[in-house]
């Protein structure tokens, strides 16, 4: 079935450090979406992506969607201790149907 | 302007029981979603209502089924639960649209234990 998978399952980093989370679908998405989940709370959207090889800014955060619309990036610049919680990214083949990965938890030490 | 609201917020069955748990959508949102979230996993799709239609589902049994009024609020019924049907489940609306562009906005959620 479709499935999109998300690294690292997790990563610890000491604040001002930079912070990466990769996606990869099995069948080509017609979009990604990214969403942060505090601990403790519900998901939250962040951005979205459409076109291929598309890269998008919002501050410290980086997104890229890859040119075969199959993997998907989230670059987070100088962590801050408020960048705590677990990014998710999420997908559509077609229809309404959203899939999300796994996650990749972030904790940062200040 | 509201966000999304559920209710209950935290609810506690044992095996076998039924539940239903509510959403009501963002004001101006007329598509309801339901997910699933196992403790550190992502949100699995349950199914999407529009219209009063459920149009999408999931990978889920016939012991989900859910229902949408005419003011876009949304129900998920669970029969028969199971253990495994612990976990929380988030209600997310958008505004159905041609193009792909819209937000989903998600609720704070209901803590199902089944014990």
Not at chain 1, 81 to 109: N, Q, S
């Amino acid at each position: 079935g479709q499935q999109v998978m998300q690294i690292p399952q997790y990563q610890h980093v000491q604040e001002g450090e930079d912070f990466t989370t990769y996606c990869n679908s099995s069948t080509t998405l017609s979009n990604i979406q990214w969403y942060k989940q505090r601990p403790g709370g519900h998901p939250v959207f962040l951005i979205q992506l459409v076109k291929s090889g598309e890269v998008k800014k919002q501050k410290r955060l980086t997104f890229q969607f890859g040119e075969a619309k199959k993997n998907s990036s989230l670059h987070i610049t100088a962590t801050q201790t408020t960048d705590v919680g677990t990014y998710f990214c999420a997908g559509k083949t077609g229809g309404f149907k959203t899939i999300f990965g796994a996650g990749t938890r972030l904790f940062v030490k200040a | 302007d509201a966000g999304v609201t559920q209710s209950p917020t935290h609810l506690i069955k044992t095996r076998g029981q039924q539940v239903t748990l509510r959403c009501s959508p963002k004001s101006g949102h007329d598509t309801v979603s339901w997910y699933q979230q196992a403790l550190g996993q992502g949100p699995q799709f349950i199914f999407q209502y529009y219209e009063e239609e459920e149009r999408q589902r999931g990978n889920f049994p016939d012991r989900f089924s859910g229902h949408q009024f005419p003011n876009y609020s949304s129900e998920l019924n669970v029969n028969a639960l199971l253990l495994g049907d612990s976990a929380l489940y988030l209600c997310a609306s958008t505004r159905d649209r041609e193009d792909l562009w819209d937000t989903q906005y998600f609720g704070p959620g209901t803590r199902l234990t089944v014990l």
